[in-house]
């Protein structure tokens, strides 16, 4: 720690703009597009850029400073980071290229990677171990100055993840204090948007439940607000939109952080409804006040005057809580509802609970079972087991036959390939993994590759910088991004062709044409007795 603290005094305390408690609200009247017009859409500039970039978001909030504030420690370590945050992205004066990301089908703009980072504070800080620089890096993005673009949880790794720089409003010199009505508004607007990249996670979804059930009389108004802002946001580039959206995620995932993070606010939904102080300003992140009066967050509790309880009132509590007790309440979490749906569906097949067919080898000595399970002739079961999942269908030797064959009919079975040769990579000997690996190059992603797979450009460069030394797990980031190709695309096409649905429907005809054919039989040997009956009668009359 001693480390870190002079690497960041030797940091330039530069004031990059003036800090201090908020004196004045937004106003009633001030609409969310006033705040958000001027965030900036690439984190990037000059060094002087991003200082009046600051500073003018100081003016606009209307946030005057005093000196207590300037001093405090909160404030001198906030000068400090910003110090360090503005010298990184100041390129012209030795900072970290921020650069666009080509991925599979999208671009990513306006990112960093971790590494990259983390090299420049050893380099800039004169930090020699790169764990110190590490966490000095996290410190920094645990108060949200940068930010992974992909995960909520707000720390640095020295490797490609990629990163962005939070924009200078939303940082925490600014004095946020965000109320609980923003967060819904922000948790409602994130429903509203693309479900695939902005989908909440399983927390958030459980605070906007708590909040719409504390909200309920106000959240229509919540919602029209929400709803205004999106149709602000759709009028905007695509790029700019999508760097705003993971700069206000990062900015909550700060003042409402994932349960079990470092929360440097020491604020929280829980922390909210505890607060005794109904008349202390709050910032409103979107604008949005109560009639232009300063109120409690919605979910605060009013403190009662203490009292002393009497009789009357400890038995009403007994039976409050002997009601409570005779409730059934039982809150079953999404993990618990998969495992359910995972047990119902692998059911029946597991041979201790459902008997399986010819017989159940786990309990006799009769290896049929083993036999078909081996055999390329699948049953079925197993046919039907290949739907669940493309690792089911992998697992099983058949099934991974069947999905070949259908790749090669659509010219593409270079990635099957390729996924089942690292596969093989990882089990062979240590003396045969190099030769192996380079071969599996040569193959599949050298220029001109006889079989070349399509693969984005942060994955081969990870797989190019592995192969310097070849190990086992070389091809890992190759083959991970393969397989989610494969499992996107190709095969949810393999379950509704042709190859599969044949043999699914072939293994269920033998079994009803066999039952069919027993019914007949049955049908032909009842219509013969009886006729044979009949005949037997006339002739036993005619002979009397």
């Known amino acids: 720690m001693g480390r870190i603290a002079r690497a960041v005094a030797r940091v330039p305390s530069r004031r990059l703009h003036p800090h201090g408690a908020s004196t004045s609200d937004e106003g009633p009247g001030r609409p969310a597009a006033v705040l958000f017009k001027q965030v900036p859409v690439h984190p990037c500039g000059t060094r002087q850029d991003i200082v009046k970039m600051a500073e003018g978001y100081r003016d606009q909030a209307g946030l005057g400073g005093t000196d207590s504030e300037e001093d405090s420690p909160n404030m001198i370590v906030y000068r400090k980071i910003e110090g360090i945050v503005t010298r990184i992205q100041d ?91 923003d967060y819904a508004i922000y948790l409602c607007k994130r429903t509203m948007q693309n479900k695939a990249r902005l989908e909440l996670a399983d927390y958030e979804a459980e605070n906007l439940a708590r909040l719409q059930r504390a909200f309920a009389r106000k959240w229509e108004f919540i919602f029209m607000q929400a709803e205004a802002q999106v149709k602000i946001d759709r009028k905007k580039d695509k790029a700019d939109r999508k760097i705003q959206d993971s700069q206000e995620r990062a900015f909550w995932d700060v003042h409402r952080p994932v349960p079990g993070c470092v929360n440097t606010t020491e604020m929280d939904i829980r922390k909210c409804r505890r607060e005794r102080n109904p008349h202390r300003v709050k910032k409103s992140v979107y604008g949005v006040t109560d009639d232009g009066q300063s109120q409690p967050s919605p979910v605060l509790v009013s ?27 039982m809150k079953v979490s999404k993990v618990a509802d998969s495992l359910m749906s995972y047990t119902e569906q692998f059911m029946e097949y597991d041979p201790f609970v459902s008997a399986p067919e010819p017989s159940n080898p786990w309990v006799g000595d009769d290896a049929s079972f083993w036999d078909l399970e081996a055999s390329r002739d699948p049953g079925q079961q197993r046919v039907k087991k290949w739907g669940f999942s493309l690792e089911e269908a992998l697992k099983d030797a058949a099934g991974r036959d069947q999905f070949l064959k259908f790749l090669e009919s659509e010219f593409s079975s270079e990635n099957l390939r390729f996924w089942l040769a690292v596969q093989d990579l990882k089990r062979r000997p240590l003396r045969d993994v190099s030769a192996r690996a380079r071969e599996i190059w040569q193959e599949f992603l050298a220029e001109g590759a006889p079989s070349s797979i399509n693969l984005d450009s942060h994955s081969f460069e990870r797989t190019s910088q592995n192969l310097r030394d070849p190990g086992r797990y070389s091809y890992e980031d190759a083959q991970e991004h393969i397989f989610k190709l494969m499992k996107s695309d190709s095969y949810a096409r393999f379950l509704r062709s042709n ?46």
């Open 303 to 329: 403190s009662q005057p203490a009292r002393k309880a009497t009789r009357e009132d400890v038995q009403k509590e007994i039976t409050f809580l002997n009601t409570q007790l005779d409730r059934h309440c």
């Open 499 to 544: 190859i599969y649905q044949d043999l699914l429907l072939a293994r269920k005809k033998p079994a009803d044409t066999e039952q069919g054919r027993r019914t007949s039989l049955e049908k032909f040997t009842r219509s013969v007795g009886k006729s044979l009956t009949g005949k037997r009668l006339t002739g036993l009359m005619q002979s009397s």
């Open 91 to 181: 390129e012209k004066a030795g900072g970290v290229a921020i650069r666009t990301v080509k991925s599979f089908l999208s671009k990513i703009p306006s990112v960093v990677s971790g590494a990259d980072i983390v090299q420049w504070l050893m380099k800039n800080l004169s930090v020699e171990d790169p764990a110190e620089a590490i966490h000095l890096g996290s410190l920094v993005a645990a108060h949200g100055y940068i930010f992974p673009i992909s995960d909520h949880v707000l720390t640095l790794k020295d490797d490609g993840t990629l990163y962005r720089f939070q924009s200078p409003y939303f940082w925490p010199s600014n004095c946020w204090e965000p109320e609980n009505t």
